[in-house]
């Protein structure tokens, strides 16, 4: 009988008769598939080379372990501990791991095609150079793991915690990984070609010069993500955030971006053209350079609606929009009494209309009070600056000569909410007798609220509409309140609504 024969009766034998700790053991080569080692202890065990195919490891102890060049295909290692195990180079084809303990782990070009990972800890293991072709590690725990160069490709991987892992050059192609956390994770130069990454989280992770064509990133968070030199041809990002995000050269011809968040990305170089953008807040974006000859803004995406770019600065100009903001002057200076009753008019009107989201920013001079109300698109600057105006004694005809400009002009959602409003408005006042005090004890003992004012509008992309104007404003107070406050002329509202209204 041979000494690998006599070593792997002895161990069945043992084990057999009730003995579990053979930590230390020396098993090198030795044959020990298909028996059954469950629960056993075999920390710092020496199972080089040695063939554990098909065999019962569950809930082993095989912490420190050597099984380097190990065959493992089948094997059942549920809830076994392998935490500072060695498997560099092993063959886990197939086997079972889910629920296992792989804390800093070692398995280089290890072979795990097929093995089952579901809620293993992986935590800072070492996987470099892997095959994990259609590995099953749906919600395991990979955080700060080493996964360079892996081949990852048709994995199962839902909510999967990859935070912080290392995925250099890795191969996730047509991999399952929806709800999966790549927060501050490294993927420079990673392939996820046809990747499920809906609901995903990169936020902060290093995705320069990675091949996401094709990619469904619906929902997922790209805030702060270097995308720099990024592939995103075809790519899905409908309602994904990327606030902040480095897109730097990136190529995104024909990328959905339906609803996406684009506020203050860097999309200096890019390539856009052909990429769905309907209802895409461009505020503070950077587009130097962007290579754009059309977009779509239709809402359903399906080319219904294209908007050819005639030149560069054109396209420049759609991608380079600025905050909307609604700019109330008040020909008078702001006291502190004024400050608390107008605080508190505002805080009493939001609760009432969601548009109030924010509170304005104030800049008060010696003579002159200015209000800005920063909004997050174009179609708000109507039907805030309809509101934001209300505490004022100009706030009637303001309102008339908003009304009066939307009727007039192909803006038919804003017009729907400004009707409604002027109805909803008079209600208020009706039903909340608290507020109808309030503004009434405003107007009449505080002279701010009855100051000239002037209403204009600043829309995304840098244009101004001055609404209204109250023709005191600047001057003494003539005794005629009743001129009319004059109407902006129909060349310059066009002009204004021109501007952003045409791209949805």
């Known amino acids: 009988m041979s000494e690998e024969i006599l070593k792997r009766y002895e161990l069945v034998e043992k084990y057999t008769q009730g003995k579990r700790n053979f930590a230390g053991i020396n098993l090198t080569e030795v044959n020990l598939s298909q028996i059954n080692l469950s629960k056993t202890n075999l920390s710092n065990a020496i199972l080089f080379v040695c063939n554990l195919s098909g065999t019962n490891l569950s809930e082993a102890n095989l912490t420190k372990a050597n099984l380097n060049i190990a065959r493992l295909s089948s094997a059942n290692l549920k809830k076994a501990i392998l935490n500072q195990a060695t498997l560099n180079v092993a063959n886990l084809v197939r086997a079972n791991l889910s629920g296992a303990n792989l804390v800093e782990a070692t398995l280089v070009k290890a072979e795990l095609v097929r093995t089952e990972l579901t809620l293993a800890n992986l935590t800072r293991a070492n996987l470099s150079g892997a095959d994990m072709r259609e590995v099953i590690i749906t919600e395991a725990n990979l955080s700060q793991t080493d996964l360079s160069g892996v081949n990852l490709r048709f994995a199962l991987a839902q909510r999967t915690n990859l935070e912080q892992a290392d995925l250099h050059n890795a191969d996730l192609t047509k991999a399952d990984l929806e709800g999966a956390n790549f927060t501050n994770a490294e993927l420079r130069q990673a392939h996820l070609s046809m990747a499920n990454l809906r609901n995903a989280k990169f936020n902060g992770a290093n995705l320069r010069w990675a091949i996401l064509n094709g990619a469904d990133l619906t929902n997922a968070d790209l805030s702060n993500v270097k995308l720099s030199g990024a592939n995103l041809r075809g790519a899905n990002l409908t309602n994904t955030k990327l606030t902040n995000a480095s897109l730097v050269h990136v190529d995104l011809t024909e990328a959905n971006l339906l609803r996406a968040d684009l506020v203050g990305v860097d999309l200096s170089g890019a390539i856009l053209t052909g990429a769905k ?63 608390v009753a107008l605080a508190t008019t505002y805080y009493h009107l939001a609760k009432d209309y969601d548009f109030i989201n924010r509170p304005p920013s104030i800049e008060a001079r010696y003579q002159k009070t200015t209000l800005n109300f920063r909004l997050d698109s174009d179609e708000l600057l109507f039907v805030v600056a309809f509101i934001a105006i209300f505490p004022f004694t100009d706030a009637k005809k303001s309102q008339v000569n908003i009304i009066e400009i939307v009727k007039n002009n192909p803006l038919e959602k804003i017009k729907e909410k400004i009707l409604e409003l002027d109805i909803s408005m008079a209600e208020l006042i009706q039903k909340n007798q608290r507020i109808k005090k309030i503004l009434e004890s405003f107007r009449h003992n505080i002279n701010f609220f009855s100051a000239p004012t002037k209403l204009i509008l600043n829309n995304s992309s840098g244009k101004s509409l001055v609404v209204s104007s109250n023709p005191d404003f600047g001057e003494n107070i003539s005794k005629n309140n009743q001129q009319k406050f004059s109407l902006p002329p129909d060349n310059k509202v066009a002009d204004f609504i021109n501007s952003f209204y045409h791209f949805g």
């Open 277 to 339: 953008l309907y209802e895409v807040p461009r505020l503070n974006i950077k587009a130097e350079d962007i290579v754009c000859e059309w977009i779509d803004v239709s809402p359903n995406g399906d080319g219904s609606q294209v908007y050819n770019f005639k030149t560069s600065a054109e396209s420049k100009r759609f991608f380079n929009h600025k905050s909307p903001i609604v700019e109330i002057i008040v020909d008078s200076t702001l006291d502190l009494k004024a400050n």
